[in-house]
């Protein structure tokens, strides 16, 4: 299926621009690139023209109008690298057509040639022509997608902002925009597309609602109605802009600043990718001299810090997606620092951010050892390496791993030595606890061996490590549960330097303006200020007022979920309000009602009820008067 604008090339070639069918022609494309560079090796040379000039190639038109398939630059490089000689060199780039090229080259042989051709004689194709004027090629191509292989969506934002524009406008916003934003938006150590990704951060920062992900390609249309070049222009180079920050979020090598570089490989380490909408909006303030470097730099410390300090204490990550997608709109220019750090200390419940005391009890009994092994590493190196001029590299370095100080399979005398219950113990509680894990370069050597044995191993021994981490253990005479606690000690006081919490008057805060309904005090003689739910401020002063709002929202969401849990049954829901008896029906809507003749305590217990049923646990918060 096609569309023409009845435009020609230089040559009087008519082009025709694909709406479906753009992988099976390429498909084919490369199958017969195969034979014809077959034809060629097999001395065909009637046939190896044929081919090339029947499939392939406009012979007799200029280099750039050539080829008979025109793909996206890249790929266009690809064909025309196919096209030749080229059985010496490498393909200088990445275009999954060499890949695709690469499979029926090693499957299409001289034994089944003919049998090749004789099948692509038989396929049948049909063609469909549209009229841009009468018919609508991008409904039509959705409607043709949404029955077959399922594009990103990406492909799909990109053929909505492209299939409407003529030859000319394509090729220009193609190249100076959609071409640029798919290069910057590249995992380029995996070479696998972000740009879904991206899209979707982006829609995050502009209309401060995290998309599906399934549905980022509609939130995008919906944003962007029409697709004028003048307002294309105006989007992409937006989103152009971001893009520049993005790819260096995903790809921290191409951060020319060594502070900033090490800062973003930790986060890209620790997959913070929730905040990348919050952090492309803090690198363009960053870029735009808004902020000066080491503002920025503590930002993204404050970040790590936040999200690790969350997960030792092992709280949910899902309360993250909506904290740093709102983060951006509590900054206060003059004053920037200091307001993410005084918005992220206010939060409480699931979002809080947990302090000293809290973190110390978790870390000291957390299993880290079976933690995700890039987390487990990050802790390590960065203990390692606090305030270290020489730097020691964990992550991807095979000759530094991770030991047991007391072993996972101990050798006999550690039973002898320690006595059947510490043993247990230091068994069941302390064997993957920071307090007994360490780095060494000689995990072999020191195996299950006891603890002097170790500590005193020629050349590899702690005594003779130059690891921080190994610096206490290697003058100590024994290993026992009483130096597992004593060297947590000296871990977790690093740990609060390398991870600590803002250094701003706590007392400042103390009184949180908002907190969450989950820890709120007794409401009891109480009346509210205000309340914020979904986002939106609901200034009412009354417990009952804001008990009605609630319920009324949830059931207008999601009717359903009232009558596939406890909550109608709770709340007395009712067609009328006198079905049922209910004391003092209050209405949610023109059809139902619920019982109001409660206390402010029991008003709080219901709406908690509804929230838990809806998972919307982080979505109200209120503010006593």
């Known amino acids: 299926m096609y569309v023409h604008d009845d435009v020609y090339t230089s040559s009087r070639i008519k082009e025709l621009t694909i709406i479906d069918g753009q992988q099976r022609i390429t498909t084919i494309t490369l199958i017969y690139l195969t034979l014809y560079q077959l034809a060629k090796k097999m001395g065909e040379t009637s046939l190896e023209n044929e081919i090339n000039e029947t499939y392939l190639i406009n012979k007799f038109s200029p280099e750039e109008e050539k080829l008979k398939l025109r793909p996206t630059e890249n790929n266009a490089k690809a064909l025309k690298f196919l096209l030749r000689d080229h059985q010496d060199e490498e393909f200088n780039g990445f275009s999954r057509l060499i890949d695709n090229y690469n499979y029926f080259k090693g499957r299409v042989v001289e034994e089944n040639f003919e049998a090749v051709l004789t099948g692509l004689s038989k396929l049948m194709f049909v063609e469909v022509s549209l009229d841009r004027e009468k018919d609508n090629p991008q409904r039509i191509f959705e409607s043709l997608n949404s029955t077959g292989l399922e594009l990103t969506q990406a492909d799909l934002i990109r053929n909505y902002i492209l299939m409407g524009l003529k030859r000319r406008d394509q090729n220009k916003i193609y190249q100076d925009y959609w071409e640029v934003i798919e290069k910057y938006a590249k995992d380029e150590s995996s070479n696998k597309s972000r740009v879904s990704d991206f899209i979707r951060d982006y829609l995050t920062v502009e209309n401060n609602k995290i998309p599906n992900k399934s549905k980022v390609y509609m939130e995008f249309k919906e944003k962007y109605p029409t697709t004028t070049v003048d307002e294309l222009e105006t989007t992409l180079n937006k989103i152009k802009n971001l893009a520049k920050h993005y790819n ?46 080491d503002i920025f730099v503590k930002i993204l410390e404050l970040i790590q810090t936040y999200t690790w300090r969350r997960f030792i204490v092992g709280l949910p990550t899902n309360a993250l997606n909506k904290i740093f997608m709102n983060l951006y709109d509590k900054v206060d220019n003059e004053n920037y620092l200091f307001s993410i750090q005084k918005s992220l200390l206010q939060r409480s419940g699931v979002q809080r951010f947990p302090r000293n005391e809290e973190v110390i009890d978790s870390l000291e009994v957390k299993d880290v050892y079976n933690i995700n092994s890039k987390n487990r590493t990050y802790l390590l190196e960065r203990l390692e390496n606090y305030h270290n001029h020489q730097p020691v590299k964990v992550e991807g370095n095979p000759d530094i791993t991770i030991e047991h100080i007391f072993p996972q399979n101990p050798e006999v005398k550690w039973k002898l030595e320690l006595g059947q219950n510490e043993y247990n113990e230091m068994k069941s509680n302390y064997l993957n606890t920071i307090g007994n894990l360490t780095l060494t370069g000689y995990n072999s050597k020191l195996s299950n061996k006891y603890f002097t044995d170790k500590r005193d191993l020629e050349n590899s021994g702690f005594k003779d490590s130059r690891l921080w981490l190994n610096k206490h253990i290697g003058v100590l005479d024994k290993w026992d549960i009483s130096e597992v606690k004593r060297r947590f000690d000296i871990i977790a006081e690093r740990f609060l330097n390398i991870w600590a919490i803002p250094d701003i008057n706590l007392e400042d805060i103390a009184s949180r303006e908002e907190v969450n309904i989950f820890e709120a005090d007794d409401p009891k003689g109480k009346k509210l200020d205000y309340a914020i739910f979904f986002d939106q401020k609901l200034e009412m002063r009354q417990v009952a007022k804001l008990y009605q709002e609630v319920i009324r929202q949830l059931f207008d969401l999601e009717p359903q979920k009232f009558f596939t849990s406890e909550l109608a049954e709770k709340l007395i829901l009712t067609k009328s309000p006198t079905e049922g008896n209910p004391r003092s029906p209050m209405p949610i809507n023109n059809n139902y009602f619920i019982e109001s003749n409660l206390d402010n305590n029991g008003k709080f217990d219901r709406i908690k009820l509804a929230l838990q049923v809806f998972n919307l646990e982080d979505e109200l918060m209120i503010k006593y008067e």
């Open 248 to 293: 260096k979020l995903i790809n921290p090598k191409n951060e020319t600043n060594s502070d900033i570089r090490k800062q973003l490989e930790y986060i890209n380490r620790l997959e913070i990718n929730v905040a990348y909408p919050f952090l492309i909006r803090v690198f363009d303030d960053y870029t735009n001299q808004v902020i000066d470097k």
